[in-house]
């Protein structure tokens, strides 16, 4: 291809991209792009960019043409840290209730839901559970029960569109634990029902070792480890822990993995 021809082509998306099918556009400029040579992309590389980036398609536009569609509009990143001690207390509570509203297909951060917890049964931090979370006494005391958290939850997810039934979403774990014990088991001790939501669920270890033909004995540290990835934040900070789900998650997509439910219905 020409320089001349190359040109030519850019002007055509260039003046036809109103008119150009939405859904094609990417393509366009990816089939565009790949012909181009290097000195004629270097210079018009940005003029593409600006033109789609008016007609609605800017850096999601790269984003969703670096890997394939995911099954979910958006994953809810959710890691609870929870009252413990050595050796472990009855029941435990959950004290950090985080959410990260994933986009599912740019695989970047849209919202986050993010209190602490009053604990009722065990509302003094022991030494273990501040050292491990980080989380100390006056950042629990006063704050909303489980209750009144799980109420705030479900206006949120109807705030974020996230209950229309058009709209498909999932929550990602590291691990079982959250959804499958935690959640329902304090639930349970405290009379509240389980929204539906709560009740599917993809485990991140099963799924990066799907991808990654092994498994992740030490959780998020061997995920980042495996994926060369920094950690984010402290280790056993709720917050960011879903900071590293989802920067890994993002990783793994980028690679074309697809992520599926793995939790069994209840």
């Not at 003029?47 to 969703?64: D, P």
């Amino acid at each position: 291809v020409s320089d001349a021809s190359g040109c030519s082509m850019i002007a055509l998306l260039h003046t036809g991209a109103a008119r150009f099918p939405q859904n094609l556009l990417p393509r366009a400029r990816q089939a565009v792009c790949s012909l181009l040579p290097a000195g004629v992309l270097k210079g018009y590389g940005s003029i593409i960019s600006r033109k789609l980036a008016s007609h609605g398609f800017g850096a999601s536009m790269a984003a969703m043409s670096s890997f394939p569609p995911q099954r979910y509009h958006y994953f809810l990143v959710l890691d609870f840290e929870a009252t413990c001690d050595k050796p472990q207390i009855h029941p435990q509570e959950i004290i950090e209730f985080p959410i990260l509203k994933l986009n599912g297909r740019t695989m970047e951060i849209e919202s986050t839901f993010h209190m602490y917890v009053q604990p009722v049964v065990h509302p003094q931090l022991t030494p273990f559970c501040t050292e491990l979370t980080g989380i100390i006494q006056g950042m629990v005391d006063g704050q909303p029960s489980l209750q009144q958290v799980l109420e705030r939850v479900d206006e949120w997810m109807a705030k974020e569109g996230l209950l229309d039934p058009s709209v498909k979403s999932i929550f990602v774990t590291c691990g079982d634990w959250d959804l499958k014990v935690m959640l329902p088991g304090q639930c349970q001790y405290l009379g509240l029902p389980v929204a539906d939501y709560f009740k599917q669920w993809i485990n991140l270890k099963k799924a990066y070792s799907f991808a990654m033909g092994s498994w992740p004995k030490n959780g998020l540290l061997d995920m980042n480890k495996g994926l060369n990835l920094q950690h984010i934040g402290r280790p056993h900070s709720g917050i960011d822990d879903c900071k590293n789900i989802a920067n890994i998650m993002k990783t793994l997509a980028h690679r074309g993995f697809i992520f599926k439910q793995t939790s069994k219905p209840f």
